[in-house]
C-alpha cells in the first residue's frame, strides 16, 4: 500500500509569510506526529494527533506554529510569520493505534524541506 | 525527559567490514525504533525492537531493555549501507512519541 506522503516537497518562502505544510498519513493509521529535523537540534517531536485530537502539543516551539488534522486523515502544519530559524525539514509519521505500549510502530513520509529567506 | 545516546557519532568501513552501532536510554521504554536515513533523507524503518533480537538479512538488532541498550549489527556492509542511522524510543509513559538519537553516521567506501 502507499507509505506517508507529504506536500510539498521543498519549499521556499521569505521571512515574514505563512506556510502551510500537509501530510497524507498511511490509510487507517490512527496516529500521526510531527518532527522537524534541523542541523543544531537534530530530530525533534512537534506534535501528536491521536484521531482528530491533539493531546500532546509540547514540542511545538512557539505559538506561531499550529497543525490540525481533519477525518482522521489529512494533517496540515501551519507556521505563520515564518522566521530563519523556522528552517528545517518537516517530517510526517503516522502509526496504526495511537495507544502508547503495543505495537505502534512509526513509519515516516519523506519530508518537507522549508527554507526561509 | 528521556536521553538517548548513540555511538559511535561517526564511523568509516571498508565495505565487507562488520560494524556494530549501540543505542543508550535513561529510562523505561515501551518501544524502540532503528531507522537508516538515506541520502535523500527518507527514514527507512529497520527494526521495531522493544526487546529481543531480530534479523533482516545483513542486519540484526538486540534490545536488553532491562540494561537500557540497543545494538544494530551490520554484516558485510555494502555501500549502500552509507547513511545516517537513528536509534529512536518511545517512553514507558505518556504519549507514544519518539525521542531520537544524534544518530551514527556510516560511510562504506569501496
Known amino acids: 500500500g502507499a507509505g506517508v506522503s507529504q506536500s510539498p516537497s521543498n519549499k521556499v518562502t521569505e521571512k515574514g509569510k505563512d506556510v502551510e505544510l500537509r501530510c497524507d498519513p498511511i490509510s487507517g493509521h490512527t496516529a500521526l506526529y510531527w518532527y522537524r529535523q534541523s542541523l543544531g537540534q537534530g530530530l525533534e517531536f512537534l506534535i501528536y494527533?491521536?484521531?482528530?485530537?491533539?493531546?500532546?502539543k509540547s514540542g511545538l516551539p512557539s505559538d506561531r506554529f499550529s497543525a490540525e488534522r481533519t477525518g482522521g486523515s489529512v494533517s496540515t502544519l501551519t507556521i505563520q510569520r515564518t522566521q530563519q530559524e523556522d528552517s528545517a525539514v518537516y517530517l510526517c509519521?503516522?502509526?496504526?493505534?495511537?495507544?502508547?505500549?503495543?505495537?505502534?510502530?512509526?513509519?515516516f513520509g519523506p519530508g518537507t524541506r522549508l527554507t526561509v529567506l | 525527559g528521556i536521553q538517548v545516546e548513540q555511538s559511535p557519532p561517526d564511523l568509516i568501513l571498508q565495505e565487507g567490514a562488520n560494524s556494530t552501532l549501540r543505542c543508550n536510554f535513561s529510562?523505561?521504554?515501551?518501544?524502540l525504533q532503528w531507522f537508516h536515513q538515506n541520502p535523500w533523507g527518507q527514514l527507512i524503518n529497520l527494526f521495531y525492537i522493544p526487546s529481543g533480537t531480530k534479523q533482516n538479512g545483513r542486519l540484526s538488532a538486540t534490545t536488553v531493555a532491562t540494561e537500557r541498550y540497543s545494538l544494530l549489527y551490520i554484516s558485510s556492509s555494502q555501500t549502500t549501507d552509507s547513511g545516517v542511522y537513528f536509534c529512536a524510543v518511545e517512553r514507558h509513559s505518556g504519549y507514544s512519541t519518539l525521542t531520537f538519537g544524534k544518530g551514527t553516521m556510516l560511510l562504506v567506501s569501496p
Open positions: 529510562d523505561s521504554v515501551n518501544n
Open positions: 494527533f491521536q484521531g482528530n485530537s491533539a493531546p500532546d
Open positions: 509519521a503516522s502509526s496504526p493505534i495511537a495507544t502508547s505500549g503495543t505495537d505502534n510502530e512509526q513509519f
